[in-house]
């Protein structure tokens, strides 16, 4: 290019452009820039104006890298020259197609079907893209409106909403949960976006929520190897953090059932699982103290740890499998986390969120259980301590009396042959041994102290304790059926009340499980009936 004009065309010199108005056209520099490539470049709006209105050609010239006036205009975010080159196409373009636009009805004369000049250049970036990565508003908004259909990719298979959100310096931003959007494309599952986020900011791995869940922790929520292993690989020691309740990537797996994502980490990640499974939460569970007692079974995780370290409870893995009690540790079972359409967005961060509070709800309201359940078993035990009473001083306090010492037989029973009185002792006996197991079975779960036992204890003791007192009942009725037998109706009506009362009895018991049984469904139904209802009304609001 001559010297001459290429300082003209950087400057803006109009007058030198116009002497040289007949190679205008056949100027260009060795990278192919014309000068209206150099005009928009220097954003000089009214150079660029004369240069269109001498050689409107120009608008459609390429450089070396295939790019336009307005790929030069849209890296520098000359808003007034972009104006001045879609005026220039508009003018062009509605010489040409103005008769064809009236033929199809269309209202808008002012808009063009994408123009040649916002095409890719050689690296696939087209201008709005450009001006959507560099930040120009005003440009972006401004080929959008001329524009109907303007192609909008970028290098890399992006696009212009990936140039937008590459370009915003906000992406560090927290919403009221503390979610950044990293935290979101990791909850959502979108690989690609996580690596175009990193590209930005590789700290974002870092960024944690008010409950100090990192998006390592929310890939290892949602079992979302693929995004986990992009995590790790790029930002090392992002696997360090521990959220509020001291748990890392594998407590979080191992707690949603993720069986697959453990495996993985401490197959693909040695060296940082090593150090991962050994790690104790607030509670001093490593993730093999939650695996015992949950249905993620990873046999890697239980070769690699030691089985005896104890948790803040002193209790082993070997032994929270043995008791079964998931109280110490939490779990909730069968809460599986998905995104579908029963389950909207904002509702499954929440319950992201609040299944990391779970613990301290179901350990106290285990405490409220084992509480009510003991003094359940403290009236069991009076009750069956007095029957215990009765039917002991009944033993020796019998119908009829004893033979005196000058009789016949000294101190035996005086009613001993009647058939009434031995089945007075038999079942005066039967309500006393029945009553002592209930007892003994109410110590039993006392002492045991674990939830499970002391429920089977007292459902045993409660079914001694009410065979006590029918057989209490019974004996009774055949003791004084034996001494009002001289009186054969008055000893047949006291026996048949005393046996009616205690069949009366044993029936109202069973008759009141049955009761209770089918009031539990019920209230059970409609328990299930009312959160199915409010269910669907949250679906709604959300």
């Not at 359940?373 to 001083?393: E, G, K, P, Q, Y």
């Not at 079914?463 to 007192?469: G, L, P, R």
Request: aromatic share 8%; glycine share 6%.
């Amino acid at each position: 290019m001559d010297p001459l004009v290429y300082n003209a065309a950087v400057s803006g010199d109009i007058g030198i452009l116009e002497q040289n108005k007949d190679k205008l056209v056949i100027e260009v520099t060795p990278t192919k820039n014309s000068v209206l490539h150099l005009a928009c470049q220097s954003g000089k709006t009214e150079c660029v104006r004369q240069i269109l209105s001498m050689h409107k050609s120009l608008l459609r010239k390429k450089n070396s890298n295939k790019d336009s006036a307005f790929h030069m205009a849209a890296k520098n975010g000359s808003y007034d020259v972009a104006m001045a080159l879609m005026e220039c196409a508009l003018g062009m373009e509605c010489a040409v197609v103005k008769f064809v636009k009236k033929m199809l009805r269309r209202k808008n004369l002012n808009k063009l079907e994408a123009p040649e000049f916002l095409h890719a250049n050689n690296v696939g970036e087209t201008p709005l893209y450009i001006a959507a990565e560099m930040g120009y508003e005003n440009l972006v908004a401004m080929i959008l409106k001329r524009c109907s259909s303007p192609p909008y990719s970028g290098s890399y298979g992006r696009t212009a909403l990936h140039g937008a959100i590459i370009s915003n310096s906000e992406v560090k931003e927290t919403d009221e949960n503390g979610w950044s959007p990293l935290h979101y494309a990791t909850f959502l599952g979108f690989h690609e976006r996580v690596l175009q986020l990193l590209d930005v900011d590789k700290s974002l791995a870092y960024v944690a929520d008010i409950d100090r869940n990192t998006c390592l922790h929310v890939a290892a929520y949602r079992g979302f190897i693929c995004v986990a292993d992009v995590l790790i690989v790029q930002c090392p020691g992002c696997w360090e953090i521990a959220n509020s309740r001291g748990e890392n990537i594998l407590h979080v797996a191992v707690k949603n059932q993720q069986a697959s994502f453990v495996s993985y980490i401490l197959r693909e990640h040695t060296s940082i699982s090593n150090i991962l499974i050994t790690e104790k939460d607030v509670d001093g569970n490593t993730p093999l103290h939650l695996m015992a007692n949950s249905n993620c079974l990873v046999p890697e995780l239980s070769t690699m740890v030691d089985k005896n370290a104890l948790n803040s409870e002193s209790s082993t893995p070997w032994g929270i499998v043995n008791d079964g009690d998931s109280s110490q540790i939490g779990l909730v079972k069968g809460e599986q986390l998905g995104v579908g359409a029963h389950l909207s967005l904002p509702k499954a961060i929440r319950i992201f969120r609040d299944k990391s509070k779970i613990k301290k709800k179901v350990t106290s309201s285990g405490e409220d259980k084992i509480e009510k359940m003991r003094r359940a078993s403290d009236s069991v035990m009076i009750v069956a301590t007095l029957v215990a009473t009765v039917t002991f001083a009944a033993g020796f306090t019998i119908p009829g009396g004893y033979y005196q010492s000058i009789d016949k037989y000294p101190g035996m029973a005086v009613l001993s042959k009647k058939s009434a009185f031995q089945a007075f002792m038999i079942s005066d006996t039967l309500a006393l041994l029945s009553s002592v197991i209930a007892i003994f079975v109410n110590f039993w779960g006392i002492l045991d102290g674990r939830e499970h036992t002391l429920k089977r204890s007292i459902l045993m003791a409660i079914f001694y304790t009410a065979s006590a007192i029918a057989w209490m009942m019974v004996a009774f009725s055949t003791g004084t059926y034996v001494i009002l037998s001289p009186s054969r109706t008055l000893a047949i009506a006291a026996c048949f009340l005393g046996i009616l009362a205690a069949f009366c009895k044993t029936q109202s018991f069973f008759i009141f499980q049955m009761l209770k049984v089918g009031f539990d469904r019920s209230l059970g139904l409609s328990e299930n009936l009312k959160k199915l209802i409010n269910s669907t009304f949250l679906n709604d609001e959300d």
